[in-house]
């Protein structure tokens, strides 16, 4: 599940960089602390990250601890690109401190250190691969780039190698916050990975069994989205009904939820509580945002005693 096969090129140098700290915090922040070899005279050194010819370089810093041991350590932010572009000069793809990090497209990307003596000489080996740790708290050991929606991830090689996986983000509806008032509730979320025109979105809510639709205007901004959910037309008197909150975008149902997070059991952690809502008309309800176990937006309405019948089905 974590492995990846052996990349092309040759057979990886050896012997490998020994990580005391290799990981990527947060979704898209590479931090690396390797052990430098005891006995090498180094003046500098980088980690490289290559794929199809193309090299990103991070410069390394080496670290004296108080034991006597020697690290070499970097950290960068990573990110997406679906359309590489070549770099536009010699030291084009040479990120430090100032810099933005890296710019990955999807695939498999080789991680390497290169360290060069006090005469120029330089050495490269490959980095060792470490193991996920094998923790089961509410907090996922890796989890996506909780801006862009890019999976980047740290595997091993079948020949013991670190490699960096790079997955690009899926179309999908990212629930930001929902705001649960006295007469209504505002759900607001962005799109990520948008395939068509804003005006090609429409808000609604989907009843689970009975498969009747009520929508909602939108409003936009950019690639962020706001909407009130159709109260009115999602209850039927004392009747209670379970709703599917979504964005229609031609044939594809997108539902709403949040997914670009670490939290292991959303539905768990994200705890709402029932509110008794006042429609237009003065009729009450009581209802139930919440969120899933596989971190969908979903509603559950009854309405009390008198309450008009909603227009179900509504579009």
């Not at 490289?48 to 960068?76: I, N």
């Not at 003596?117 to 923790?135: I, N």
């Not at 594809?252 to 292991?264: A, E």
């Amino acid at each position: 599940m974590h492995t990846a096969p052996a990349l092309g090129g040759g057979i990886p140098p050896r012997p490998a960089l020994r990580p005391l700290h290799l990981s990527v915090l947060g979704g898209r922040t590479l931090n690396v602390a390797l052990f430098a070899p005891p006995a090498d005279e180094i003046a500098s050194a980088r980690l490289e990250l290559s794929r199809g010819g193309r090299v990103f370089r991070l410069p390394l810093e080496l670290e004296p601890q108080a034991d006597g041991a020697r690290l070499l350590t970097a950290t960068t932010a990573l990110r997406f690109t679906d359309a590489p572009e070549p770099p536009a000069g010699p030291d084009a793809e040479a990120y430090g401190p100032g810099r933005p990090g890296p710019a990955l497209f999807a695939g498999l990307w080789r991680v390497a250190a290169v360290l060069t003596r006090p005469d120029g000489q330089e050495r490269r080996t490959g980095v060792a691969a470490v193991a996920l740790p094998a923790a089961d708290g509410p907090v996922a050991p890796v989890s996506p780039d909780p801006a862009g929606g890019a999976h980047f991830r740290l595997m091993r090689s079948v020949d013991g190698f670190a490699v960096l996986k790079v997955r690009a983000p899926a179309h999908q509806a990212e629930l930001d916050t929902f705001a649960l008032r006295w007469d209504r509730i505002t759900v607001r979320g962005r799109i990520v990975a948008r395939q068509a025109p804003s005006a090609a979105y429409t808000a609604q809510a989907v009843r689970r069994g009975g498969g009747a639709v009520v929508r909602a205007p939108l409003e936009w901004d950019g690639d962020s989205f706001a909407f009130d959910l159709p109260l009115a037309g999602m209850v039927s008197g004392r009747r209670a009904h379970r709703w599917d909150i979504q964005l229609q975008q031609g044939r594809t149902g997108l539902k709403i939820g949040r997914r670009l997070t670490d939290l292991r059991r959303r539905d768990q952690v994200i705890r709402t509580s029932f509110r008794i809502i006042a429609l237009e008309d003065g009729s009450l309800l009581r209802v139930h945002a919440y969120i899933t176990s596989a971190g969908a937006l979903a509603v559950s309405c009854v309405g009390f005693e008198g309450a008009p019948d909603g227009a179900e089905g509504r579009v």
